[in-house]
């Protein structure tokens, strides 16, 4: 199994990641390399959804916390569960609230590094 790599340019940086098939696993060995490369994909993508929820809590009118479209996290909630339909949406939905709660943790912890600091 390959490992996930991340191309950075300029313009824009990709995530290649080759998923691996359950059914060419034949050693626990081989099962857990293609966890470990799943789990360092998962990583670099809750990396970039933190720094893109970050960008939205800059553009919204109210953010952080009390900023929390329960609607839109429904939403979200459905769509995976439609690409995920193993996972129970009740379990989605308790996988994306810790997803976003560390999301606005991460922002606010940015926002607190980035406030100009007086003398």
């Given at each position: ?49 933190a720094a893109v929820a ?43 609230n810790a997803v976003i709660e560390a999301g ?16």
């Open positions: 199994m390959s490992e996930p790599t991340a191309t950075t340019t300029a313009a824009a940086e990709e995530l290649t990641v080759a998923l691996p098939r359950t059914d060419r696993l034949a050693t626990l060995a081989d099962a857990r390399a293609a966890i470990d490369g799943i789990d360092a994909a998962l990583a670099a993508l809750l990396e970039r959804r970050g960008v939205v809590q800059r553009l919204k009118p109210v953010g952080g916390f009390a900023g929390r479209d329960a609607e839109r996290e429904r939403l979200i909630v459905a769509a995976m569960a439609e690409r995920a339909p193993s996972l129970a949406a009740g379990h989605l939905a308790k996988i994306m606005l943790d991460a922002a606010e912890r940015k926002n607190v590094q980035d406030a100009p600091r007086g003398r």
